[in-house]
């Protein structure tokens, strides 16, 4: 097990977000979290990635308890998130926004090999590479924030709601690449509205309805699952 | 007014005025570095500077000189000076480190309001002011005289003296060093990551507590380096020499946009020709006043300073 959360509460002020979710995911995995709006996927990517304390249960990651490490130093352990909003650094380069993403790296060598192979992967990067942050598309964005996320070169890649706010083929775009990433050997945990092509690229997932894990199985099953169906995959 | 004379003494008044900006501009950095990062105002910035004065003077006493002494040979002098700067920046550096470490860093761990940092600000540099004052008695400490001021060049009838070309180029070359360390190091990096979005540069690994030392402790070499020109320049200091020439300073990093390394240097040369040349027109005794109805001219029309924006955003 490369990551798993185990029995985790976490409140915003006086409100509770998460009630005991126990979830985990294996190395080479995409695991899928789905639910509607509040219902804490967001918050177990924070909870995750050490931006949110989490008031009850532990964090372990690679057999270790991370639960009250800060949140810069679980990017150095393999902890990466691309975070909901993108947040890309308006004022710094397309290039410097990736350099952001290899800050804790020492090797020059494999910062440039890993930035070649991003700029391979995201051909409009390198078109943009001179040009703020701030000056890019929506899409645009989100590949960088994706790349960026991926300079670190982490054993787990959080993604949290790639596709928000993006055209249909921008979002068909989006999911090549986690599946291309994932081939390449990335494990990845994904939160996403877009429940249907989240289970369908996913090999596990699970179901949140206010801050509590209602449902997991296979994506395959989650997507034959008449209550899940009802709820978040529009169909009657 | 005098027209007629400050015509005259128009060279003469821009190189004053330059040189005494320069230090301005220098001195306005640590303001301008820490609002840039935590929009707060680091009003024990004026007793780094203080510090870094007396660092220097102390540094010319421990090597047997006092201002009563003759004047040493060049190379001797050249030597005096790189070691008062060095010990200089690294003392202000050190006052500006322990200032955020005793008076800040608690504050931010308790989530405190930003009200409460600014009475710990006052009480810092209340606290370091009053230290020295009673080390001193209050007295004033002399600076040797390592650097007779005299013409070194004439450019177009006015006379530069030697003191006045390394002030303006020390200045340069030092806000020039950090202005490269800002944009293209690892570490200007971080700075500009944590200043533009703290969150998400938590998330690329960016350690924030290390970016607010780094900050404070760039601010406070600059103001050590200032601290020495202003020495010389002066030829003295006092246990409040911080204070009247640190509104100024703070005044240049405003009036430049403050978070705008780029700014605190236009700033600082603004304010610096403005006091001499409003001396020149209305007399001595209107320096101040001029300087101040810049600022607040300036303000009306540009309320975010002459090239306003912060640290973060600034530069695409």
């Known amino acids: 097990m490369l990551l798993e959360l185990r029995d985790v509460s976490a409140r915003y002020g006086r409100i509770q977000a998460l009630h005991g979710v126990d979830l985990h995911v294996d190395e080479g995995e995409v695991v899928a979290l789905i639910g509607a709006n509040g219902a804490g996927k967001t918050t177990i990517m924070r909870a995750v990635s050490g931006l949110l304390p989490v008031s009850t249960g532990s964090v372990i990651f690679e057999g270790q308890d991370i639960t009250r490490l800060r949140a810069d130093r679980r990017v150095a352990r393999g902890i990466s998130l691309s975070p909901e909003g993108r947040g890309i650094f308006p004022g710094m380069s397309v290039k410097e926004n990736l350099d952001m993403g290899a800050y804790t790296r020492r090797d020059r060598a494999g910062i440039a090999a890993d930035l070649e192979r991003m700029l391979t992967l995201f051909p409009r990067l390198r078109e943009r590479l001179g040009q703020p942050g701030g000056t890019l598309s929506g899409g645009e964005q989100q590949m960088l924030a994706v790349a960026r996320s991926l300079m670190s070169r982490p054993k787990v890649l959080l993604l949290d709601e790639p596709s928000m ?72 | 007014m005098h027209f007629s004379e400050f015509w005259n003494d128009i060279g003469e008044l821009t190189v004053t005025g330059l040189s005494q900006g320069s230090i301005y501009a220098l001195f306005a950095l640590g303001y301008t570095l820490v609002y840039g990062l935590l929009r707060l105002i680091n009003f024990a910035h004026s007793e780094v500077f203080m510090v870094g004065s007396f660092a220097a003077v102390g540094t010319w006493k421990a090597l047997g000189l006092d201002q009563n002494s003759q004047t040493p040979v060049l190379p001797v ?12 920046a690294l003392a202000s550096g050190a006052t500006a480190l322990l200032v955020e470490l005793v008076a800040y860093r608690p504050l931010r761990h308790r989530n405190a309001p930003p009200l409460a940092f600014l009475i710990t600000a006052i009480g810092a540099s209340v606290v370091l002011s009053e230290f020295v004052g009673i080390l001193t008695h209050r007295r004033p400490q002399g600076v040797p005289p390592l650097v007779e001021p005299r013409p070194l060049v004439t450019i177009a009838g006015t006379q530069i003296t030697n003191l006045q070309v390394g002030t303006i180029a020390l200045a340069l070359v030092a806000m020039f060093g950090l202005d490269v360390f800002i944009h293209r190091s690892r570490w200007g990096r971080g700075i500009r990551s944590v200043s533009q979005d703290p969150t998400t540069a938590a998330l690329m690994g960016v350690n924030r507590s290390q970016v607010i030392s780094l900050v404070f402790l760039l601010g406070g070499l600059m103001a050590g380096v200032a601290a020495v020109m202003y020495d010389l320049k002066i030829g003295g200091t006092r246990y409040d020499a911080g204070f009247a020439l640190g509104v100024k300073a703070f005044t240049a990093a405003v009036l430049g946009g403050i978070g705008n390394l780029r700014g605190a240097l236009l700033g600082g040369l603004c304010l610096g020709l403005a006091e001499n040349y409003g001396a020149g027109v209305f007399g001595t005794e209107w320096h101040d006043v001029v300087a101040f109805a810049l600022l607040v001219v300036v303000l009306m029309f540009r309320p975010t300073g002459l090239l306003g924006e912060s640290l973060g955003r600034a530069r695409a």
């Open chain 1, 165 to 236: 706010g993006l055209a249909p083929k921008l979002i068909a775009q989006i999911f090549d690449i986690v599946v291309e990433i994932r081939r390449q050997g990335t494990t990845i945990l994904l939160v996403e509205q877009n429940a249907h092509q989240a289970l369908w690229v996913a090999d596990r997932g699970y179901v949140l309805e206010t801050g509590s894990v209602v449902r997991t199985g296979s994506g395959e099953d989650l997507l034959d699952d008449s209550s899940v169906k009802a709820a978040y995959l529009g169909v009657a």
């Open chain 2, 77 to 88: 002098v050249l030597l005096l000076l790189v070691a008062a700067l060095l010990v200089a």
